[in-house]
């Protein structure tokens, strides 16, 4: 099955494709693809958004197919859950990777916490060629490093750690992320839905 991800991300891409081609979904682009501004409060409303909006650009093009999206977030106990939706924009719009890492180690260490609490939360939105949505949502949960650590990954991956695999995301090959990331809890959700509806 072909599916078209309304992604400008390659990182996000890159790992989607991974995730999918188990189950037998191709994830394409769509060159034309204008990422609409992520105006929701809810993991949910932002990725129903993109898929929308890519939904409606490709119907104008005359090309029925299905689509996703996904919005994701990290979500941090000692800043009562912030960056959360707003985890791409955090620091300002304009901000780099690095400076949302470094903004985020710098507020929970003025916060004077000692929780170190972290997840990752994942939401797809799925809109098939005839217009109907299905949502599926990803979790793990992990803990906030004191400093960045790993080279892999991307967005937030150097500052959080994953118990189980005794690294930060950004320290595990793509493989190993993408068997237990938030992403891919997601997708095989998604498509437990997908088997079933």
């Avoid at 992604?7 to 060159?31: M, S, V």
């Avoid at 507020?107 to 060629?129: H, K, L, M, N, T």
Wanted: aromatic content about 8%; hydrophobic content about 40%.
């Amino acid at each position: 099955m072909r599916v078209y991800a309304a992604t400008k991300n390659p990182g996000k891409l890159r790992e989607l494709r991974e995730i999918a081609a188990p189950y037998g979904i191709a994830i394409e682009t769509w060159d034309a693809y204008a990422d609409p501004e992520e105006t929701a409060d809810s993991y949910a409303g932002n990725a129903a958004i993109k898929a929308r909006a890519l939904h409606g650009q490709l119907a104008a093009a005359g090309v029925r197919a299905p689509v996703l999206a996904d919005d994701s977030g990290l979500e941090i106990s000692a800043l009562g859950g912030r960056p959360g939706v707003h985890s791409a924009r955090y620091a300002g719009a304009h901000a780099t990777w690095p400076e949302r890492r470094a903004e985020i180690l710098r507020e929970v260490a003025a916060s004077g916490s000692e929780d170190r609490g972290a997840r990752f939360v994942c939401v797809v939105c799925y809109i098939d060629a005839a217009g109907a949505e299905i949502y599926a949502e990803g979790i793990v949960g992990g803990e906030l490093t004191r400093d960045e650590r790993g080279e892999l990954g991307f967005g937030y991956d150097p500052i959080f750690y994953e118990p189980s695999e005794h690294a930060t995301f950004a320290q595990l090959s793509e493989k190993q992320k993408n068997s237990i990331s938030h992403r891919a809890k997601a997708v095989h959700e998604l498509v437990g839905k997908l088997e079933t509806s």
